[in-house]
């Protein structure tokens, strides 16, 4: 417990969970990702591998576009900042596993529960620029993306993780080689000095300290493509069957979900407490979130929340609702993000898969008025 307190207390970090001490993964509780942007000091850590080589001179990184391209680079962080326009977005960043906890029966991997996933302020170079500089062939199908950590057993045979995705996703303007997060150069936890942000897609997608990107003529196989990482049935499975040989597909966008940030779960009102003001934040893979809705009664009635507007694409929206309580006494506050394709979070965790993708049911807090409940 106490070096756990201290790999944390090392990166600067507020309160995190820690789901895994090698590698190095933890989740903000709910009610610390309250902030507009989510600071440095509460956004989640997820490795797969152990911590690389730290360098003295960030801009001095270097990473490679090869593959499937007219010219081939090798570029240092400096160059990267001075050849392309530079673009910051506030997006969201959250792990593929986000929300695994809730599956019955436990499924394969670490047991997020809402706190895989922050919202932070990315500044960096769109990813399409720098691969319309190397010159896209017609056979550019897919990226395959390699980061400087060894696996988990100190190995640099093969990549902690090493995943990839189409084309199309690689070329849009949101898709950036990030430096800085929230106006700071990019944390080394973080995967400073360079990393990818691929937004509304799975956290793996977004590796960290980036050394190449290969563009290949078909699907990446590396480590975290295959078998049954981030793949999910595409026929629904009975909870616990075996996926031995079903046919799966890969997971593209994540499923929208929202969050109660405040109250904190088990927070106690005074008695005669007739109203309470419920703030969350919600988000929606690639689509947007058409609405947010509150229950205090188990989805009998809702409440429709108020909701900022987005930044940009893939920043998530903040919410309230003032929720008139009929009484002292227990109440179970539900959140429920609806995405603009009409599709809600659902009460319970359905599509049970073995490693736990893709979990979206709705966040619910616990709130007592009065010191009878
Ligand atoms: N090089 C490298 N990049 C990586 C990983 C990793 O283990 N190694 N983990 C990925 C996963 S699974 C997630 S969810 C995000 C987490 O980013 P964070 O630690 O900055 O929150 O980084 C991704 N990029
Ligand atoms: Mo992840």
Redesign the pocket.
Known sequence: MQDQMSALDLFGKDRLTVLGKT?LVAETPESLLDDDTTPISR???????LFPERIEDPDAWRFTVDGEVEHPLDLSLAELKSRFPVKTFRMV?E??GNGRAFFEPQAEGNAWTNG?A?CAEWTGVSLCDVLRAAGLKDTARFTGHF?A?PDNTGSFEKQ??SRGMPMAKALEEHTLLVWAMNGEPLPF???GPL?LVVPGW???L????LTRIWVRDREHDGPGMTGLSYRVPVHPLAPGADAGQVETRILESMPVRSIVTAPADGFRLAAGTRRIAVRGAAWAGDDTVARVDCSIDGGATWVPAQMTLPRNPYDWVRWTADIALPGDGYYEIAARATDSLGRAQPFRAVNWNPNGYGCNVMHRVVVRVGEGA
């Open positions: 590698p956004f989640f850590i997820r490795n797969n591998g960043l792990c593929g895989g922050g980061g950590d902690a993780m936890v973080h995967g990393r799975p956290g793996s977004s590796q960290k300290w």
